[in-house]
């Protein structure tokens, strides 16, 4: 059965909420203040706190505020009890983060109802945190090995060759597959930050920041160092104008890089890639497109952001481009046909100086 605290400073409705806990099968801890009720807390972990908001020197307030600092507490749901019934009260406790509030004089049923509600609230949160949890595991480690793989064959490849026999090459081929591994490495750097990013995204750890950047430059810089990885800076068009995004330049940075990446790696050499970035309608514009013919060649024709049966490469970092354009009100489409190439689409916001 669950585990409840209790914390309250009149003993005589403490000791009746405690008796109604009881009857009802919960395993109860009871606290006459909240620095006690703070601490048996953090000892038993309980399911869920109810605490009192009027109490001396330690209030339910700090109690709140006490439980949320601590990682081993956080999450616990809490349910405030007082007389005070005044919206700016009730409000005050909500934005601290209470899951609900209860005034006094308190009716044992409406207590209860309320209790039993926020345990199955809380089993639901766990029970879907734990799914999603085990779902980016497995879709993790399903493309992590494939994607890992070129990089790595391409830095062991090259070493093994300088290892075994470093006195049979000249110093040009010496400097050439050193350039090798260093380009392998850097892709291989890319793949973790990105798998990092991705984890980060699902799990709601990447926080919006307040911010603007020089949109165009930093998506012409990002798609030419690109092309460089690919050898191919010919293949690549940018026609971009100057204009404020309003996005963190980091974010923007992994949205350019994961699509032109995606459009380089689906199309061959000697085929365009074209960048182009711009204000329409009062939002910026960036459009990615190629003529490969493997990015949508699992979708159907139109296929958009993220469907079922995107190849994984596509699929991961189109999922990166839509959680971190999602982030900053942003949109991200892609539209193609089969075997005919595709066109990535991104809106941002611009910001506020240029938004008017």
């Not at 850097?186 to 930050?193: A, K, N, S, T």
């Not at 481009?321 to 916001?349: D, I, N, T």
Request: aromatic content about 6%; some cysteine.
């Amino acid at each position: 059965m669950a585990k409840v605290l209790v914390i309250d400073d009149e003993v005589g409705l403490l000791e009746e909420i405690v008796e109604w806990l009881h009857y009802e099968g919960y395993t109860v801890y009871s606290a006459s203040g909240g620095a006690e009720g703070v601490q048996l807390a953090r000892q038993h972990l309980p399911n869920l706190v109810i605490c009192d908001v009027m109490m001396p020197y330690f209030d339910g307030y700090r109690v709140l505020l006490e439980l949320r600092m601590d990682g081993a507490t956080a999450w616990i749901p809490v349910i405030f009890l007082s007389a005070l019934a005044a919206r700016t009260d009730v409000r005050r406790g909500m934005n601290l983060g209470a899951e609900d509030y209860v005034t006094k004089p308190i009716a044992r049923q409406e207590l209860l109802d309320t209790i039993r509600v926020r345990l199955e609230r809380s089993a639901e949160g766990e029970q879907q945190a734990a799914r999603t949890l085990e779902q980016l595991r497995l879709g993790v480690l399903s493309a992590l090995p494939h994607d890992l793989h070129a990089p790595l064959v391409g830095i062991l490849g090259f070493g093994e060759l300088l290892a075994l026999n470093p006195n049979a090459y000249s110093p040009a081929e010496i400097a050439e597959m050193a350039g090798m591994i260093v380009t392998s490495g850097e892709r291989l750097l890319h793949l973790v930050d990105r798998y990092w990013l991705f984890v980060q995204l699902e799990l709601g750890q990447r926080q919006k920041e307040a911010a603007a950047c020089e949109a165009c430059a930093l998506a012409a810089q990002t798609a030419r160092r690109v092309a460089e990885l690919y050898g191919r800076s010919e293949d690549l068009v940018v026609e971009v104008t100057d204009a404020m995004a309003a996005i963190e330049a980091e974010g923007l940075e992994k949205v350019v890089y994961e699509l032109v990446d995606n459009a380089f790696k689906h199309s061959k050499a000697g085929v365009q890639v074209r960048v182009t970035g711009g204000v329409e309608a009062g939002e910026w514009l960036l459009r990615v497109a190629d003529q490969g013919c493997g990015a949508l060649s699992a979708a159907r024709p139109g296929a958009v952001q993220g469907e079922p049966g995107l190849l994984p490469a596509a699929g991961l970092g189109w999922t990166i481009v839509r959680r971190l354009v999602a982030l900053y009100q942003g949109v991200f489409v892609v539209q193609g046909r089969l075997g005919s190439g595709m066109e990535a689409v991104v809106r941002l916001p611009l910001a506020g100086r240029e938004a008017g």
